[in-house]
């Protein structure tokens, strides 16, 4: 019977046919019950990309009290299927302006930023600048390097050195926080300042 068998088929279809069966014989073999493993880690790969971005926060009569401008944000949801406190927005060179009844706004850019805890606060970095155009004192600005701003209540602060310039005077200190809703700024340690009079 199994010579009956082999007589009606060609050479070349039973050697495929025995290769075929060696082949797959040594791949099980050689690999039992591979398991494959979907990595769900999403803190590498964003969930969302914007480009030009602008927010605006408005007070409940209207007035504008918050703005921030981006060329881009990409935002991270640690969960895969829910969002978190832990989630984070990376935003590529920040600009904030914060907005007061009747008086110059203050403006804050930097290189970088990210965004915490669903917007409650915003860590900006590298080469900060906090400015205002005052009618007493001119140009003011405050350079440091990192940044914390929690946008709800106008207040930053850091731990790093600062440098403040204004007419006439440059204060360098270590620490700072600062409530730009009421322009009141307090200078931790090593506060060390420098006036000239006009001549």
């Known amino acids: 019977m199994l010579k009956t068998f082999f ?11 025995l290769l075929s069966a060696i082949f797959f014989g040594f791949s099980f073999s050689a690999n039992p019950q591979k398991n494959i493993e979907i990595n769900e880690d999403t803190s590498q790969f964003p969930q969302f990309y914007m480009k030009d971005v602008t927010s605006r926060e ?7 009290r918050y703005q921030m401008s981006t060329p881009a944000i990409t935002h991270y949801q640690l ?23 009747e008086q ?21 970095l590298n ?9 007493t004192q001119g140009l003011i600005e405050i350079i440091t390097e ?14 790093k050195a600062v ?14 926080q600062a409530d730009l809703s009421t322009s ?4 931790n340690s090593q506060v060390d300042a420098v006036y000239e009079p006009r001549r």
Do not use: C
């Not at 007589?7 to 046919?17: K, M, Q, S, T």
């Not at 969960?79 to 406190?85: R, Y």
């Open 79 to 101: 969960n895969l299927h829910t969002a978190s406190l832990e989630d984070y927005t990376s935003i590529e060179h920040p600009q904030l302006t914060f907005y007061r009844d």
């Open 7 to 17: 007589r009606y088929i060609p050479l070349p279809w039973i050697l495929v046919g």
């Open 58 to 64: 408005f007070e409940p009569n209207g007035k504008l």
């Open 127 to 135: 080469r900060v600048v906090i400015s205002q155009q005052s009618d």
């Open 184 to 187: 009141q700024l307090q200078l």
């Open 146 to 159: 990192s940044l914390m701003v929690k946008p709800e209540q106008q207040f930053v602060e850091t731990d």
């Open 163 to 176: 440098k403040i310039t204004a007419k006439q005077t440059q204060i360098d200190a270590v620490g700072l």
């Open 104 to 124: 110059a706004p203050w403006n804050i850019q930097a290189s970088e930023g990210r965004s915490e805890r669903n917007g409650e606060q915003i860590q900006l």
